[in-house]
């Protein structure tokens, strides 16, 4: 699933492509038709669901219909809150990726927050998506420094370098059977 931003989906879709994730990707889901060229490119079912407060309950409901043969829900950076329901379908199969090395700067501006504290590192979260926004328990996690003479659209260029590594990362050791889910902590074994 997905919104506007799409390298987290170009990354997989050509990792997919390049027989490098040992997994089917049966559907792309979003709440906006921007990233169909991606889709179509590798030639993957997409679907728009688009979502207001008005409308979400019905949204989800498609989606669940949509991901029914699935195993794992990838949020390739989807930026709507999935309710509880949505989320009691998939307990621990649904990989997030925050851009933010949380738990700091959670929400949807994290690279801007950094920036106003001037912070000297930034990074990339993948953790499943649990009711409590954000703090799902962390799959994978990186970092890259910043300094005084990064602006904002310095940090979301090198955030979006670790948000795709870190996303391939927490998808590969969760195909892999690499985690174990104890106490809202991840334990990961190497691959």
Not at 49 to 69: F, G, I, R, Y
Not at 78 to 103: E, K, W
Not at 172 to 191: K, Q, S, T
Request: some cysteine.
């Amino acid at each position: 699933m997905v919104s506007k931003y799409d390298h987290c989906l170009w990354e997989l879709l050509l990792r997919h492509s390049a027989q490098e994730l040992d997994m089917d990707i049966e559907v792309v889901i979003s709440n906006h038709p921007d990233v169909r060229p991606v889709a179509d490119t590798f030639r993957i079912p997409f679907h728009v669901t688009p979502v207001s407060p008005d409308t979400k309950a019905e949204a989800e409901a498609k989606q669940l219909e949509l991901l029914k043969d699935v195993d794992v829900v990838v949020l390739a950076r989807y930026m709507q809150v999935l309710s509880g329901n949505f989320l009691n379908h998939f307990q621990n199969n649904i990989i997030n990726i925050h851009h933010s090395f949380l738990p700091a700067f959670t929400g949807a501006r994290p690279y801007n927050a950094a920036w106003e504290r001037g912070v000297k590192l930034i990074g990339a979260t993948a953790h499943y998506a649990t009711q409590d926004l954000d703090e799902g328990p962390i799959l994978e996690q990186d970092v890259i420094s910043v300094s005084h003479r990064d602006e904002v659209d310095d940090m979301l260029r090198k955030g979006r370098i670790l948000e795709r590594n870190v996303l391939l990362k927490a998808l590969e050791a969760h195909l892999d059977d690499r985690v174990i889910v104890y106490n809202n902590r991840c334990v990961v074994f190497g691959d």
